[in-house]
């Protein structure tokens, strides 16, 4: 087997840099290309900041707005191109890379499956649009996952294919209850599988502050947190947000949530549940989380919003 030294990831998406933890983690030296400002987009920069200073050793060359041109194989590997992803922006010279990795460009394949082929309409991007009840535009045709649109994951997938799965064998069973079936979810988690992990929910900062959304922020530090201290890892932050639009009169519900630190994935689905029910600072901050654990985080970050938080480190005079 040859040794990975070099490795490129072409996309610094979450598969991307999920991967490169892996193979850095085996040894290799990574290089990130992405056309975009920042890696890991969708998530809010202040989680993703935390995560790069902590992976920053994995990497010789983080190429923020930059896109490959070309990769040749030569004998002594393979011969990476760029060139800057905006007009006026500079391009790094050529590199040799052992491994090269893409991971950009997921293309649903509703044309290559020809799905038209049994009346089905594909998008010019090759999705299916489906209805609620994920019913094509064929009454007895139904589609699931990826291909009916973002985002392309799979506990997405699986909640769609319920739904599917429930209205077939509620038309077929006669069954009104199960018949009605419906895919109408609030949020839909993202996690990256990162060290530290980094997950979100709902809303996020940085497009509660694009959409001139207001909202009240709770954040609540991990060096707070008696686990994450004990754990050595206490470099996350757990951050919820609410509205604080004049009609939530001061108890605005929550609209989203984000989390970096180890298990942050195991952790998001709490903040989905508050979403999904609509629930405010009190409702989380009240709601009793054992001591010690990574999860009391999401409490105190209410009780941070509500100014209820006890378990803060005085402020710096
Ligand atoms: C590297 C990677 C990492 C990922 N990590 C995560 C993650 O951590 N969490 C997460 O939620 N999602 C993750 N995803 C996304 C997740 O895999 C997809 O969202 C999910 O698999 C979508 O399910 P699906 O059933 O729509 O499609 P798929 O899982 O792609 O299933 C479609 C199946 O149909 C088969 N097929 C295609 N054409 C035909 C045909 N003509 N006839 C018969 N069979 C056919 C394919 O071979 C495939 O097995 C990841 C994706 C990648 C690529």
Redesign the pocket.
């Known amino acids: 087997m040859v040794a990975l030294k070099r490795m490129l990831i072409l996309g610094g998406g979450?598969?991307g840099l999920?991967?490169g933890t892996v193979y850095s983690t085996l040894g290799a030296r990574l290089d990130v290309v992405e056309m975009l400002d920042g890696l890991m987009q969708g998530a809010d920069r202040d989680l993703v900041k935390i995560w790069q200073k902590m992976n920053t050793p994995r990497f010789d060359n983080i190429m923020l707005k930059t896109k490959t041109v070309g990769a040749k194989a030569t004998p002594e590997g393979i011969e990476v191109t760029f060139a800057a992803a905006e007009e006026g922006g500079t391009a790094p010279a050529p590199q040799l890379y052992d491994l090269v990795l893409q991971?950009v460009g997921?293309t649903p394949?509703g044309k290559?499956?020809a799905a038209e082929k049994a009346g089905v309409a594909v998008t010019e991007r090759g999705f299916i649009n489906v209805d609620i009840q994920m019913r094509t535009n064929v009454p007895h045709i139904f589609a699931?996952?990826?291909?009916?649109g973002q985002?392309?994951?799979?506990?997405?997938?699986v909640h769609e294919?319920h739904v599917a799965a429930e209205v077939i064998a509620g038309e077929l069973q006669g069954n009104k209850e199960l018949a009605a079936a419906a895919f109408n979810a609030r949020v839909i988690p993202s996690?990256a599988?990162t060290d530290p992990e980094v997950a979100w929910v709902g809303l996020t900062e940085d497009q509660a502050k694009a959409q001139g959304i207001k909202v009240k922020k709770g954040l609540f530090p991990w060096t707070a947190s008696g686990r994450a201290i004990a754990n050595g890892r206490d470099e996350g932050v757990t951050k919820l947000l609410f509205d604080d639009s004049p009609e939530a009169h001061c108890h605005g519900k929550i609209l989203g949530g984000g989390m970096v630190g180890t298990h942050a994935g195991d952790m998001i689905g709490e903040i989905a549940l508050a979403i999904e029910m609509g629930a405010d600072a009190v409702d989380i901050g009240k709601t009793i989380h054992p001591h010690p654990t990574l999860g009391e985080s999401i409490g105190m970050a209410a009780e941070v919003a509500h100014g209820s938080c006890t378990d803060l480190p005085p402020a710096r005079k």
Do not use: C, Q, S
């Not at 699931?144 to 009916?148: F, K, L, R, W």
């Not at 985002?151 to 997938?157: E, G, I, W």
């Open positions: 979450i598969i999920e991967m991971a997921r394949n290559k499956i699931i996952g990826d291909i009916v985002p392309m994951l799979a506990h997405k997938a294919a996690v599988y």
